[in-house]
């Protein structure tokens, strides 16, 4: 499933090409480029679970015993 083009220029907030991509690279967001030159996002790349911080493995000191 992938966005409609309303739905990514209302993400992007940006009506041009240039404008979308370079959003969407600036967020880090996945996406493709179509033949036409829009870019095309699917819902999971903006839908997908972010990783918390107490996801991240505990601190380990490098200190050797």
Known sequence: MFLTHDEVCELTD???K???????????????????????VTKTA???PEVSINDKTAWQPRKVS
Request: a positive charge.
């Open 14 to 16: 940006a009506r041009t």
């Open 46 to 48: 903006i839908m997908s």
């Open 18 to 40: 240039a404008g979308q991509i370079e959003n969407l690279k600036r967020n880090g967001i996945r996406h493709t480029i179509k033949r036409s030159g829009w870019p095309s």
